[in-house]
């Protein structure tokens, strides 16, 4: 099975920043693409931004567009999310997965159309 790695989770305050980082195989990272979902304790995961390695699409969620941004560093096989304005609603645990499949018309926004989930890493914004 392949290692998918979340880590940069932490305590923040309301209105502060933290950097995610997933670091995954090459075959994954430079496949269809890799994404970020989150999840609270009692709900289904969300997403919450996807994107290509060659920057053939980026997608955001509504909820943290403009405040959040997905990256990818090729030589390192690891992507990034960049938070930013972070606010308590936010307060989530972080999971990386790779997109396998293309599954409804927002394909996206969809967990089925990504597999090889890691972990995560958990976010909490506080005061």
């Known amino acids: 099975q392949a290692q998918v790695v979340e880590s940069g989770g932490g305590l923040v305050q309301p209105g502060g920043s933290l950097r995610l980082s997933c670091t995954a195989p090459?075959?994954?990272?430079?496949?269809?693409?890799m994404g970020w979902f989150r999840q609270t304790l009692g709900k289904e995961r969300e997403f919450v931004a996807t994107?290509?390695?060659?920057?053939?699409?980026?997608y955001y969620s509504d909820s943290v567009k403009g405040r959040f941004t997905i990256s990818g560093d090729n030589a390192k096989d690891t992507m990034y999310l960049q938070m930013s304005d972070l606010k308590i609603e936010d307060t989530a645990r972080y999971y990386c997965?790779?997109?396998?499949?293309?599954?409804?018309?927002?394909?996206?926004?969809?967990?089925?159309?990504?597999?090889?989930w890691g972990q995560g890493t958990q976010v909490t914004v506080s005061s």
């Open positions: 997965g790779a997109l396998v499949a293309f599954v409804g018309a927002r394909w996206w926004t969809s967990t089925e159309s990504y597999g090889y």
């Open positions: 994107t290509r390695w060659s920057g053939e699409y980026t």
């Open positions: 090459g075959r994954l990272f430079r496949g269809y693409g």
